[in-house]
């Protein structure tokens, strides 16, 4: 969705509520598509500090994910804190990757919506901090039932250090 900012950059307001709802169906999170099952929303402003436009609100959505431990699927909502300075297209510093870009005194505020939101995700998506997962040897999911399984591996370079404990 874009939203012109006219009126913003000109001075003629000084600041603009945005209440935004947009259906993104996925997100893209190294290598994984992450569904979201409720719309996108926005809530923020856009304004101007001495000719410099900013942006600041939050965002949120719930996404089905799979527990990176136990592999059960689950539900979670995602929400994204805005704070950035908005810049011209055209401009030097828009080069760089810090800043939204304006385009024709408009601002793409769906790719916004979606890069913040990949961005307040966790590296390794758990269903809750203290899933046990899978055992590694019979395949069982530790939170649901206990297996019987051996699990004394030893790390082959270890070996010989075994010896020394009979």
Do not use: W
């Amino acid at each position: 969705m874009k939203i012109n900012l006219a009126e913003l950059k000109d001075g003629l307001k000084k600041e603009l509520d945005l209440e935004i709802e947009e259906k993104i169906e996925t997100l893209s999170y190294f290598g994984d598509n992450i569904s979201l099952i409720t719309p996108v929303i926005f809530k923020g402003k856009i304004y101007n500090v001495n000719g410099e436009l900013y942006i600041d609100g939050f965002v949120e959505s719930t996404g089905e994910f799979q527990c990176y431990r136990c592999l059960n699927k689950f539900h979670q909502k995602i929400i994204g804190e805005v704070h950035e300075k908005l810049m011209e297209e055209n401009a030097s510093e828009a080069e760089m990757d810090d800043y939204f870009v304006l385009k024709n005194d408009e601002i793409e505020l769906s790719e916004m919506m979606e890069n913040t939101l990949i961005l307040a995700l966790p590296m390794k998506i758990v269903c809750h901090e203290d899933c046990k997962g899978l055992c590694p040897v019979c395949g069982k999911n530790l939170n649901e039932e206990l297996c019987d399984c051996q699990k004394d591996e030893i790390d082959p370079r270890l070996a010989k250090l075994k010896d020394l404990l009979q």
